[in-house]
């Protein structure tokens, strides 16, 4: 690919490595500065390389989801959405049973 930098070059080549990827990883696998790798990720993400998803972390801790990375591959987005997708409709069952079970009693 042209007109990459030698950083932009290995971020792409850990992202196919790995399918996606966190920046946090990114930053340890390369040894690079947080920032070096953000503003990287956002180059590429504006020369339409790569993309972001985010996955929940466990709903009843909350927080921030995970940030991935990985590949302008549409079939991949998609089945990262059907996942997340699944496991929020996995976690509101799992609470309307508990609901059902506590008020049984």
């Not at 390369?30 to 503003?39: G, P, S, Y």
């Not at 996942?83 to 996995?90: F, I, S, V």
């Amino acid at each position: 690919m042209n007109n990459l930098t030698e950083i932009q070059q290995s971020i792409l080549d850990c992202i196919t490595k790995h399918e996606s990827i966190t920046r946090k990883e990114l930053v340890s696998k390369l040894n690079r500065a947080r920032t070096t790798i953000f503003n990287n990720l956002f180059k590429l993400q504006k020369k339409g390389l790569i993309t972001k998803f985010s996955r929940s972390k466990d709903p009843r801790k909350g927080g921030s989801p995970y940030i991935f990375w990985c590949l302008i591959d549409y079939p991949l987005i998609e089945y990262h959405k059907e996942q997340h997708r699944l496991q929020k409709e996995e976690y509101r069952k799992r609470n309307i049973r508990e609901l059902r079970e506590r008020f049984k009693k």
